[in-house]
C-alpha cells in the first residue's frame, strides 16, 4: 500500500499513480517517531508500519493509497507515546505534508499542509456518466418516440424492430411459424432478457477493470460494491428462465427423460466450458495442475442451474389452479411446491450449521471474518472461518490466488468465492427467482397482481436483510458479504433482483415505454458475450497496454470500450440470426 523515501526526493508526483498520494512528515522534535496507519475499510485490523522519521527537522516521504479512508498515527520510536492521530481521506495526486513539532514541555502536535492539489479523480466519471445519458436518449427516448409516430417505412424498420430471440426463456415462447407463414406475435418476457442483458453488461465492465474506481471492484470483505451485485442477479435470472422454460416444455408434453437429458447436458458444458476454458489465461504461465483453479463462475452457475431444474423437473410440474378466493390464496403459489421449499429450508439450515456450528482447527466457531491483520490480529489463518476451511480441505491449492481481501488484509490462506459452502446460497437466490417465474406464470395477464407480488417480497427480503446485518458493514447478526454468500448478501440482491426485474417489467412489459435496448441484445446471447469476455478480454482491441497511469481516464475509457464493443457484436450476432444455445 505504501512505499517510503527519506529526504521526500519525490518530485512533481512523477511516481504516483492513480488513487496514488504523497505524505511528507517533517520531524521537527528531538526524537525519533514512526508512523504507521490503517483503513478505515479494514474490520479492527492491525496498524501497519507506513514510515519512520528521524528527528532534528528531518523528512520521510510515503505514497499511500487514496481509495479508503485512512486513520494515521505517529508515535515515539522510544517511549510508549502516540503524539497525534487522524482520520483522513486523501485524494489522488496530492502531496501533503504533516509537520510533527513541540507544542509545550508536555504535548507535541501535528499540522497537516497540503503543498500540491489533488486531482479531481472523480471527474472522469461524470464526464462517462454524462455521454452514457446522452447515448441513453438514443436507445430509450428516440426509439419510443418512433414507436408512437412513425412517419415512414424506414424509420419504422429502425427504430422500432423488436428482438425476435432469447436464449435462456426461449423455450417458455411459442416457436416460429413455418417458412412463408405469417408469424405469430411474441409473447416473450422482454424484461426478463432485458435484466439478464443489464447484469451480463455490467459484469463486463466491472470484469475490465470497472475504470479502476474502488466501488465498481470488488469489496475487500464486508459491504457492498457494484461488483457484488451482478453475480446473484444473474443467477437470479437463471431461476426465472427455469420456470419459465420448463413451464412451457410441460405444455408441449415433453417428458421427464427428456428434461433430464437436457438438464444434463446443460449442466455438463457449463462444467468444462468453466473449467477448460476460463479458469487458466495465458498470462498465468505454463499451465500446472498443481495450481489450477477449479471452482470458477461458469462452475457455480452450471451447478447451481442443475439444483433448480431438478427441483423445477421433479416438484414444478404443477398448474396453479385458478380456484374460487379461499383463505389460502394468497400464499397458494408458495404451499403448491411446498417440497421445493423444504429442500431450500433444508439447505439452508445445512448451510448456518456448517458455518456457525462446524468447528475450524485454531479458528473460533462462527468466524466470518477475512483473517490476516484484522481482528486485532487473533485469526490470521483464518480466512472465510468453515467455508474457507471446507475449501481448502477439498481443493487444496487448486483454488482462487487472489481472494480480494488479500491486499487489505494481508492474508495468506487461499480463498475461493466460488467454493462449496457458498453454492447453497446461489442456490437459495436462484430459487427466489424461480418464485419471480411462478409468480410472472399463476398472475399472466394481472399485471398489478404481479407488481404488488414483486413488492411484496421486495420488502421481506430487504427487511430480513437489514435486521440481519443490522444496516451495518461490519456490526450485523450475519455481515453482508459477497466471498461467502452470506444470508444477508442472498436477503439483500433478491430484494434488489425483485426490485430491478419488476420495475423493468412495468418499463419495458408493461407500459412498453423502453425495448430493452441494448441490454437485450447481449441478454439474448449470454453464454456467447460471457465466454467470450473472459477468453479474449486481455487481447486487442478489447484492451491495451495503458500508458497514462496518473489517473482514471484511460482506464475507464477502456472499461466502456470494451464493454460497447461486447455490446455491439451482441447486437450484430442479433441482426444476424446467431444465438449460441447449449
Known amino acids: 500500500m505504501s512505499t517510503s523515501g527519506i529526504g521526500g526526493h519525490i518530485e512533481n508526483g512523477s511516481h504516483l499513480k492513480m488513487d496514488q498520494a504523497l505524505l511528507i512528515f517533517h520531524n521537527q522534535l528531538t526524537e525519533e517517531v514512526h508512523a504507521s496507519y490503517t483503513s478505515d475499510y479494514c474490520y479492527k485490523c492491525l496498524y501497519q508500519h507506513l514510515v519512520t522519521v528521524k528527528p532534528n527537522n528531518n523528512n520521510a516521504s510515503a505514497i499511500i493509497s487514496t481509495k479508503f479512508t485512512l486513520t494515521v498515527q505517529v508515535e515515539s520510536q522510544t517511549r510508549n507515546a502516540t503524539f497525534c492521530r487522524w482520520s483522513q481521506t486523501y485524494e489522488e495526486g496530492g502531496h501533503y505534508s504533516i509537520w510533527i513539532y513541540t507544542l509545550d514541555a508536555n504535548n507535541r502536535s501535528c499540522t497537516h499542509i497540503v503543498d500540491r492539489r489533488p486531482n479531481n479523480a472523480y471527474l472522469p466519471i461524470l464526464v462517462a456518466a454524462l455521454l452514457l445519458a446522452v447515448i441513453a436518449l438514443l436507445f430509450v427516448v428516440i426509439p419510443y418516440i418512433c414507436r408512437r409516430r412513425c412517419t415512414s417505412k424506414f424509420i419504422k424498420t429502425i427504430c422500432c424492430q423488436g428482438p425476435q430471440h432469447s436464449e435462456e426463456n426461449e423455450e417458455s415462447h411459442a416457436s416460429e411459424t413455418a417458412h412463408g407463414a405469417v408469424k405469430a406475435k411474441p409473447t416473450r418476457l422482454l424484461s426478463l432478457d432485458t435484466f439478464r442483458g443489464f447484469s451480463l453488461t455490467v459484469m463486463v465492465f466491472v470484469n475490465y477493470g470497472g475504470g479502476g474506481y474502488w466501488f465498481f471492484q470488488h469489496a475487500p470483505w464486508n459491504g457492498l460494491t457494484v461488483a457484488d451485485l451482478v453475480m446473484p442477479w444473474f443467477v437470479f ?9 420448463f413451464s412451457s416444455m410441460q405444455r408441449r408434453g415433453v417428458s421427464r427423460l427428456q428434461l433430464l437429458r437436457k438438464i444434463t447436458w446443460r449442466t455438463v458444458v457449463l462444467l468444462l466450458l468453466g473449467f477448460c476454458f476460463l479458469n487458466y489465461s495465458p498470462k498465468d504461465g505454463p499451465l500446472s495442475w498443481s495450481w489450477l483453479r477449479i471452482p470458477g463462475v461458469l462452475q457455480r452457475l452450471g451447478f447451481t442451474y442443475f439444483v433448480l431444474s431438478l427441483l423445477q423437473t421433479f416438484w414444478g410440474q404443477k398448474e396453479i389452479p385458478l380456484t374460487a378466493y379461499n383463505g389460502w390464496n394468497p400464499v397458494q403459489d408458495i404451499l403448491l411446491y411446498w417440497p421445493q421449499w423444504l429442500i431450500i429450508i433444508l439447505l439452508e439450515t445445512l448451510w448456518l450449521c456448517l458455518t456457525f456450528l462446524m468447528p475450524v482447527p485454531n479458528c473460533p466457531t462462527g468466524y466470518l471474518g477475512a483473517g490476516g491483520i484484522g481482528d486485532n490480529g487473533l485469526y490470521p489463518n483464518c480466512t472465510g472461518g468453515a467455508a474457507g476451511y471446507i475449501d481448502r480441505w477439498m481443493f487444496g ?12 488484509y494481508r492474508t495468506t490462506q487461499p480463498f475461493d468465492p466460488e467454493g462449496v459452502l457458498s453454492t447453497i446460497n446461489s442456490i437459495v437466490i436462484g430459487f427466489l427467482g424461480m418464485q419471480a417465474g411462478k409468480i410472472i406464470i399463476f398472475y399472466k395477464k394481472m399485471n398489478i397482481h404481479i407488481l404488488c407480488r414483486f413488492l411484496v417480497w421486495t420488502l421481506i427480503l430487504g427487511i430480513s436483510a437489514a435486521i440481519l446485518s443490522k444496516c451495518t458493514r461490519d456490526g450485523g447478526f450475519i455481515p453482508v458479504n459477497k466471498n461467502l454468500w452470506s444470508l444477508s448478501y442472498i436477503m439483500c440482491m433478491g430484494c434488489l433482483s425483485f426490485l430491478l426485474l419488476g420495475g423493468m417489467f412495468f418499463v419495458v412489459d408493461i ?31 478489447f484492451s491495451w497496454e495503458m500508458r497514462f497511469q496518473q489517473s482514471h481516464w484511460e482506464w475507464l475509457f477502456q472499461s ?20 449460441l444455445k447449449i
Open 237 to 245: 435470472v437463471i431461476g426465472t428462465s427455469v420456470v419459465l422454460a
Open 397 to 408: 491449492d487448486n483454488m482462487y490466488r487472489y481472494p480480494t481481501c488479500k491486499e487489505m
Open 511 to 541: 407500459k412498453g415505454w423502453w425495448g430493452g435496448q441494448p441490454f437485450i441484445y447481449p441478454g439474448m446471447n449470454s453464454i456467447f458475450v460471457y465466454v467470450g469476455h473472459s477468453l479474449l478480454g486481455f487481447y486487442f482491441p
Open 560 to 579: 466502456l470500450w470494451g464493454t460497447a464493443l461486447w455490446l455491439l457484436i451482441a447486437y450484430l450476432l442479433y441482426r444476424k440470426k446467431f444465438f
